[in-house]
């Protein structure tokens, strides 16, 4: 058994996984406004072997002078605002907690849709405006019996199906792990992993979900070719990351074929957490617009702290970390950290 790490954490942080982690022996330091340029001089200063953060970017930077760093937690699933390369080169492991808020973010996709359908932001912002107009807010076709297109099929995708088929919807779904049988006992139509099987697929979609990860084969893989096989009207939602959607494009089908769009992530996010935010995308009429705050239900942070607890226990207890992101560039050694 290893000593007990001092940790940093910088972000907000349930307060489950805050108290979790002293109970472990560990000394922990938060701190929500640390940012890339900050991180560096915090954990010198704490003198912190484990990073915590939720959507902090941490940078090549932050690697290069890093003090006693010896893991980084990602406080969710994603981790392409941690350069686990850089982290890497380093020996530094970095994990993450997945699945652990596949629940909040398909709720969140749902909650996209219903508003679209039923155009509910819409309508409170008229009644706050003093104006009643029941005849024009009457107009919605409904979810059930709708086709929808989920892109990818890991945890949040998977939730997000389970809540499809309740409201009586036809799923259909690519994934590149998806086998025939989890399809059939699914109860869903599987769309063979190639782009033309897709895009016929998005033509037959009133709605497309996304749920893929960020990696090169997804960067902008919702493009001009992706929203130019949408029917006129359809719903695109993105709630995994803005970087594989090609903006321009978007814009493009909303102007031009009435696509309705549901986003809780951008192309470029803002760093701060409290700032201004202008862009083309929020003008446009038939779009649902969310902080990209998915994961932020109490269930899934409470869920995500315990997962944090979890790896740095067993790294303390067992000697050896939890879903390491970057084992391939990691020797044996490095995979597990000396606390």
Not at 11 to 38: M, N, S, W
Not at 299 to 320: D, G, H, K, N
Request: aromatic share 4%.
């Amino acid at each position: 058994m290893g000593s007990k790490p001092g940790v940093l954490i910088a972000d907000k942080f349930d307060q489950i996984g805050i108290d979790g982690l002293r109970e472990l022996g560990c000394d922990v330091h938060q701190d929500a406004d640390l940012g890339p340029e900050t991180i560096s001089a915090a954990l010198k200063a704490t003198g912190a072997k484990v990073l915590v953060v939720r959507s902090t970017k941490v940078p090549a930077s932050v690697f290069e002078d890093c003090g006693e760093l010896g893991l980084v937690i990602r406080a969710g699933a994603g981790h392409d605002n941690i350069d686990s390369a850089a982290a890497g080169v380093k020996g530094i492991p970095v994990c993450n907690c997945p699945g652990m808020n596949a629940v909040a973010v398909a709720e969140l996709a749902f909650g996209h849709m219903l508003n679209l359908d039923r155009r509910i932001s819409l309508q409170t912002k008229s009644l706050r405006e003093g104006r009643w107009n029941k005849k024009e807010f009457s107009k919605a076709k409904g979810l059930k019996g709708s086709n929808l297109l989920v892109v990818g099929m890991g945890s949040i995708g998977m939730e997000l199906i389970k809540r499809a088929q309740a409201f009586e919807m036809n799923v259909s779904a690519q994934s590149r792990s998806m086998h025939k049988e989890t399809a059939r006992a699914l109860g869903i139509k599987m769309i063979e992993y190639s782009r033309d099987a897709l895009k016929a697929a998005i033509e037959d979609a009133d709605i497309v979900s996304v749920h893929v990860a960020l990696c090169a084969d997804t960067d902008k893989l919702c493009g001009p070719g992706f929203f130019g096989a949408m029917k006129p009207g359809a719903m695109f939602i993105n709630t995994s990351r803005g970087e594989i959607v090609d903006e321009q494009a978007l814009i493009q089908a909303v102007k031009e074929k009435g696509v309705r769009v549901g986003l809780d992530v951008y192309q470029d996010q803002p760093s701060s957490k409290d700032c201004a935010w202008e862009q083309e995308i929020a003008e446009l009429p038939g779009v649902s617009l969310t902080h990209h705050v998915g994961a932020s239900t109490d269930q899934a942070q409470e869920a995500v702290a315990l997962e944090v607890i979890r790896i740095v226990r067993t790294v303390i207890e067992e000697s050896r970390t939890l879903h390491v992101v970057n084992k391939q560039v990691l020797n044996e050694e490095q995979l597990c950290p000396a606390f």
